[in-house]
């Protein structure tokens, strides 16, 4: 937030740790237990991954699951069934006038994230410059538009619950730019256990508080990168918003403690307890996902009775909101075969229309046993 140094009320306020990032030491044998904890919860949900043959069809909502409970934590209130009928219905970049500013932010959430996917596929690093793109893209419309998007901040930001309570004071903007570049050298380096050093890195990437809006989106963003980057998940699947939410009270006041009482190692507990216990939810939801595919794939395949059942099943887990010229035409199922599958589906009840056909417009389907397992 940015007011008039005299409108604040400080008393009560934490600083940014000058001087003290990384920390010397972290008592990693304090660590053992819950670091143990965490890197075999995320071994299960990675090997999990890797026995999917079509893991990106599946986990899918995953990703729209994180857009909308990270955007939730920072005041942004969508549901998934709004950001899956908007991407079916405006798949172009832009934003559609009629739609809630809420949605919009949330789909630029999950379109950030898969860009940086993208870009560290093509051998770019996980970088100043990416967290840079990241925001440009995160706030590219919308409310966040006006926010110098991609621009690190120019001037002092505050924390705080309102304009009058300020909880914490994050780095300097002249000694932002340099501070950036030591975080992802450190992030590239090999200091402390992967898992560590990415609780390291994500509360000094908040304590840093680099740009005027979307530092907690990017910030959580980037968990997911690192633990990719490094090896340590053999896809870009897990995402650890939804315990940080759950926690939030516990999660802010363990960063400001960081900063007010080098409390490294509390940090560290809690991040590895996160990352273990949505490991173990992210497992549990994927496992549902892939039961769901398993018992949709005999159905499928006894209802439309084609060779055609079961890419139709996998256009569905793709895109669970989706308009009916789309499926007919892009699915890759032959248009008339598309149009009697809509059809049985429908009778069916798999299908439930959200907007009826009306002129050039094109009905627009949900397919409920997938959305069941998946909203938030």
């Not at 942004?76 to 009928?85: G, P």
């Not at 100043?128 to 793109?133: P, Q």
Request: with cysteine.
């Amino acid at each position: 937030m940015k007011m008039g140094i005299n409108e604040l009320d400080l008393s009560q306020a934490i600083g940014y740790h000058y001087g003290k990032f990384p920390p010397e030491s972290v008592d990693l044998e304090k660590l053992i237990e819950p670091l143990l904890k965490a890197t075999e919860a995320l071994g299960r949900y990675d090997q999990m991954l890797k026995g999917m043959h079509n893991s990106e069809i599946l986990l899918a909502p995953l990703r729209s699951q994180e857009a909308v409970i990270s955007s939730r934590m920072e005041g942004t209130i969508s549901t998934m069934d709004e950001i899956l009928q908007y991407q079916a219905e405006y798949p172009e970049d832009g934003a559609a006038a009629e739609v809630r500013s809420e949605v919009i932010e949330t789909i630029l959430y999950r379109r950030a994230l898969n860009t940086a996917q993208q870009q560290i596929e093509k051998g770019y690093p996980l970088s100043t410059s990416l967290a840079k793109s990241m925001h440009r893209q995160l706030l590219s419309f919308g409310r966040g538009a006006s926010k110098s998007p991609g621009i690190y901040k120019t001037e002092q930001n505050y924390i705080g619950e309102s304009r009058r309570k300020i909880r914490f004071v994050p780095i300097s903007p002249e000694q932002l730019p340099g501070s950036m570049e030591y975080l992802f050298e450190f992030i590239n380096s090999g200091h402390f256990p992967v898992l560590v050093r990415s609780a390291l890195a994500h509360v000094e990437f908040e304590a840093l508080h680099p740009f005027k809006d979307g530092n907690g989106r990017v910030g959580r963003m980037l968990v997911t990168l690192i633990l990719w980057q490094s090896g340590i998940i053999s896809a870009p699947h897990f995402y650890i918003s939804r315990y940080f939410e759950d926690h939030k009270d516990e999660y802010i006041d363990l960063m400001r403690d960081v900063s007010s009482q080098e409390a490294w190692g509390q940090w560290c507990d809690f991040f590895l307890t996160a990352v273990a216990e949505q490991a173990v939810n992210n497992l549990q939801v994927a496992e549902s996902i892939r039961t769901l595919y398993e018992e949709m794939k005999v159905d499928f395949t006894s209802k439309l009775s084609s060779k055609w059942a079961v890419p139709a099943l996998d256009y569905l887990f793709t895109y669970p909101i989706f308009r009916n010229n789309d499926f007919t035409r892009k699915s890759g199922i032959p248009i008339a075969t598309a149009a009697r599958f809509t059809h049985i589906l429908l009778n069916n009840g798999m299908l439930q229309t959200v907007r009826q056909a009306s002129g050039r417009r094109p009905a627009t389907y949900r397919f409920e046993p997938l959305m069941r397992r998946v909203r938030v």
